[in-house]
């Protein structure tokens, strides 16, 4: 079963409109952490936002937040007032405690364009 | 700030043909990884390590080798090259392995296997 599925391939948005990109994920541990990446057209990975799993608030960088819940397990990105150098692909991840030292875990993506 | 550098950047192989990725990075973290990355898969983790001289296998670590001689570097060698190694490949560095501990990645290498 995968671990984190991210269920829209591609979206489109609105310059200066809020979206919101779509993570679940699957695992049996109390503890663990969520993370979101950037991906721009030029290819870097650019870590965005982290949750954990214990954190009673969400977690908010700048115009990114991470709408957290917990018991349907989704850990969705929102980003507010859109930019065109939002436009990027987004992924998902996820470290589980009790996989020790496992890296990452990371969904297929979503690619966001915000037209002007 | 160099971070997490990648070498070469570029490269094109033919089938059966032998190479080395090499990952250096200069923040002393313990933890390192290789990703490739393929159009509708993500990420996709090959082989990793938890410090110096050791290794692990990741999901798809099949036709790949690495090494961990020195904490900041690690490499990755493909003995003979296939067509379906043509990728993306990504290192990362961590400090930890805690939940917490986000992946700092390096800009990555194209390959593709002619």
């Known amino acids: 079963a995968q671990k984190i599925t991210q269920t829209q391939p591609g979206m489109f948005v609105q310059e200066k409109e809020a979206v919101t990109l779509d993570c679940t994920y699957d695992?049996?541990?109390?503890?663990?952490?969520l993370f979101w990446y950037k991906q721009p057209s030029s290819g870097e990975m650019i870590f965005l936002i982290y949750?954990?799993?214990?954190?009673?608030q969400n977690a908010t960088e700048g115009r990114y937040s991470l709408n957290f819940q917990k018991a349907r397990k989704s850990a969705n990105l929102v980003i507010s007032a859109s930019q065109l150098g939002d436009s990027a692909m987004y992924f998902c991840a996820m470290r589980e405690r009790s996989s020790g030292n496992t890296p990452l875990v990371f969904g297929k993506g979503t690619r966001l364009s915000v037209i002007a | 700030n160099a971070g997490v550098t990648q070498t070469p950047k570029f490269r094109v192989l033919k089938t059966g043909q032998s190479m080395t990725l090499l990952c250096a990075q200069d923040?002393?973290?313990?933890?390192m990884y290789w990703y490739r990355q393929d159009p509708g898969m993500g990420l996709r983790l090959i082989h990793y390590s938890v410090g110096e001289g050791t290794t692990a296998k990741g999901e798809v670590p099949d036709g790949y080798n690495v090494s961990r001689l020195k904490k900041q570097n690690f490499l990755l060698g493909l003995e003979s090259a296939a067509p379906s190694q043509t990728s993306v490949y990504f290192c990362?560095?961590?400090?930890?392995?805690?939940?917490?501990?986000?992946?700092?990645f390096g800009n990555g290498t194209r390959l593709t296997v002619t």
């Open positions: 923040m002393n973290h313990e933890y």
């Open positions: 695992t049996s541990d109390q503890s663990y952490g």
């Open positions: 990362a560095s961590s400090y930890s392995s805690g939940t917490n501990s986000p992946l700092h």
């Open positions: 949750q954990g799993s214990y954190d009673e």
